[in-house]
């Protein structure tokens, strides 16, 4: 080995060991995601593969969080709370405005979740994967849930009217339809699973 040889050795270990370092690093931050937090006003924010945003009017705190291709989207007003989480390509919307309680979460490609909340000592959660859809929405002192998974799956929950509530769970691309007023909808003629608990009825 030439004079200076294994220096110059040395730096090039050195060199691919700050390299390796890097790379790990890169991808440590693609799966960690992004994550949007507001007190006040839009806050975005956009990482290797996804993206999310937060907006509050100022009277409380708007939170979202995205990983590995997913979109999530939280808006507050009026001093509501809401929570939004999306990975693996899923897209999460909540929205909450006067002391109502919204979430949203969404995994899996081609997951679509949104979940609204409107009045004081509500709260409405929805929760969709794997290709699924999932709507939750609160009007008033009342819970809404929807739970959706599999492609082609939908879960709608909607409650309008003091103390009531409405559930929705689908699977396999079945359909379900829950409200605190009107009849319950269990649709499985395309497979899957439906059931639905509410104020209004059941069904399976």
Known sequence: MTPGADSVISRMLACAAIASVAVLAAFADAAAGVRCVSKSGDIAKTGETAVCEASSD????????????????????????????????????????????????????????????????????????????????????????????????????VCTTPGGFAAATASGGGQAVASDTDPPVCDTRNGGSARVRSSAGNCD
């Open 58 to 157: 100022g009277t409380s705190k708007a939170i979202a969080v995205a990983k590995k291709g997913g979109v999530a989207i939280s808006t507050v007003t009026n001093n509501g709370k809401a929570g939004s989480s999306a990975k693996g390509s899923g897209l999460a919307e909540a929205r909450a405005e006067r002391r109502c309680d919204s979430t949203a979460t969404a995994s899996g490609a081609g997951a679509t979740v949104d979940s609204v909340c409107t009045a004081g000592g509500g709260s409405a959660n929805a929760i969709g994967a794997r290709g699924a859809s999932a709507f939750a929405e609160s009007d008033s002192r009342c819970s809404a849930d929807a739970r959706s998974s599999g492609r082609g799956s939908v879960a709608d929950a």
